[in-house]
Each structure stands twice: as C-alpha cells, then as structure tokens.
C-alpha cells in the first residue's frame, strides 16, 4: 500500500481545499479532517476531548459513512458511530489501515490541524508513519491570523475556541500560527531527502499550474494534463459539502460553502506585510518571534 501524504499547517492556511485538490487526483483520495492522532486508541481519540465530543469526530464518521455505504446520510453517520463503538480499542494505525484498504491503492491525504494542538499530537505522526510524505503548507500570519478572527466571528460554534481547546495559547491568532510551525519544523529536522516538502500556501494558490505538477513528481504520481485538470475540480470531492444533520462538518466551514476554484481571483492573491497594527488587536504589532519565523519561512 502507499505511504499516505499529511498535510501541516494551522487552521485557515488554505489546507482544505488543498487536501480536496490533491484527493482529486486519479492516484490519491483526500479525506477530512479524521484528527486521529489526538490519542493512541480509537478510544483515547473519541471521548477524550471536548473538541472530539462536538464536531471534531465528524470527519471521521462522514469518511466511514462514505466508505462503508457509499453515501453520506443520517442513517449511514449513526452505523458509522456504532463500528467506531465497538473498535475504541484499536490503535489509530489500524484505523488508519481500515480506511487505505477501502480506499484501496490511492495515496490517502489527511489535513488535520488539530495534528499541530499539541507536540504528542504529530509525534504520532512519526512514530505511526515514519516513511509518510509530509507537506508544511504555510500562509502569512497576518492572513492566517484575520482568517481565523472573522471565521470565529462568522460561526457560532467557533467564537470560543480557545475552551474547546483547553488552551489559551491557541485562543491567540498569532501564538497559534507561530507554535504550530515552530512545532513543524523542530519535528521534521534531519528527516530523509523527498519526504518534507514546504510551500507557501499562496504562492500555490496563486500559480496552480506551476505547482500542482511539482507536487505530483514529488509524490511520484502522474502529472499529465487530466490529472492536473481532476485536481482543478475540489469541488467533486464527496467531502466539499455539508453532511447529514449528525455529522455537518469534517472540514472548514468556508469550503464546504464554497469549494469550487476561482483562478481568476487567485491569481490576484498578495502576501500582506509584516509591519503595522494588528486588525484584531488595535495598538499592538506582531511579536518579535513571529516576525523572526515568518522571515524565516519567507514572509516579508
């Protein structure tokens, strides 16, 4: 079976449709957000937060529902819940099985930020897949951090966020952007030539047509013209809409209203800068720590 691809990065840094683009590829199958590795059973992952016991568990129970019935209703979600109940025993490397032999030989894509919550989080990651190729897809923190501000705004299940995930670190925009790449690049140090691959998310999004072929030779898939022209369409992903009543979520709220590419405005994306007032924080400027990262990882 191949390796599965994991894609890195804070929440609001363009990973859904990303993760949709790539599962759209003849040779691989991008999931939700499964956030598997918040424990080391199925058990540990299903009731062991409050994130998990409101709308972190819909990923996974939309890819079941899907790969189990081939449909997405109410019915599917609740038979979903019960094979995921009668299983809290199993490690999350055999759940992760479970789901590749149903997918079969398709390379498996998982965009789950809750991977970056905490260091043990993608220390599973490592230990569980050490051979898996691992895409950092970053996005500058000004445009990570306002994104996140108006999606918590936007969605009522969202405004308090930093209780849901029991970590005031985390409730702070720009602390959550600046530990969770800290926390990519301390883990993915010395790892072996071909399996890390870093990539601002805008200049992908901005120049799909350069860098969608450059991420298929990296994964050593087809780049031929079809292949690229099925990733120009996340929209088809079984995954790029609302679920069933009991499971909605398993993706950003944004993408699944709106999934379909407009190259047009993409092509129009800028990097904001790093200088000036916070929007979200009048009077207050960047940490000299979170400019230091972003320059690092070539932000200006």
Not at 24 to 31: E, I, K, R, S, T
Request: negative net charge; aromatic residues 8%.
């Amino acid at each position: 079976m191949p390796q599965p691809l994991f894609i890195l990065c804070p929440p609001r840094s363009y990973s859904s449709i990303v993760c949709a683009m790539l599962g759209q590829h003849p040779q691989c199958y991008g999931l939700p957000e499964l956030n598997l590795f918040l424990g080391d059973t199925l058990g540990e992952i299903w009731y062991g937060t409050v994130f998990m016991r409101s709308f972190g568990k819909h990923g996974l129970l939309r890819t079941l529902a899907e790969l189990h019935d081939g449909e997405q209703t109410e019915d599917s979600v609740i038979r979903a819940q019960s094979w995921i109940e009668t299983r809290l025993n199993w490690p999350i490397a055999k759940v992760f099985a479970h789901i590749q032999e149903c997918v079969g030989e398709r390379i498996l894509i998982d965009k789950s930020p809750s991977t970056l919550f905490r260091q043990e989080a993608l220390a599973r990651v490592m230990l569980n897949f050490p051979d898996a190729s691992l895409l950092h897809l970053t996005r500058h923190p000004r445009g990570t951090s306002e994104s996140v501000i108006a999606l918590r705004e936007g969605h009522e299940g969202l405004k308090s966020l930093n209780q849901v995930l029991n970590d005031s670190d985390r409730s702070d925009p720009e602390r959550m952007w600046r530990l969770s790449h800290e926390l990519v690049l301390a883990m993915t140090t010395g790892l072996p030539l071909g399996r890390y691959m870093r990539l601002k998310g805008e200049w992908l999004m901005a120049n799909l047509a350069v860098y969608l072929p450059q991420i298929c030779d990296w994964l050593d898939i087809r780049s031929d013209a079809d292949a690229i022209q099925a990733m120009m369409h996340p929209e088809t992903s079984p995954y790029a809409c609302p679920g069933p009543a009991n499971a909605p979520r398993g993706n950003d709220p944004n993408f699944l209203e709106n999934p379909r590419l407009d190259p047009e405005r993409l092509a129009r994306l800028k990097e904001p800068r790093l200088e000036g007032e916070l929007s979200w924080n009048p009077g207050a400027h960047f940490d000299p720590r979170t400019v230091g990262l972003a320059k690092r990882l070539g932000y200006a």
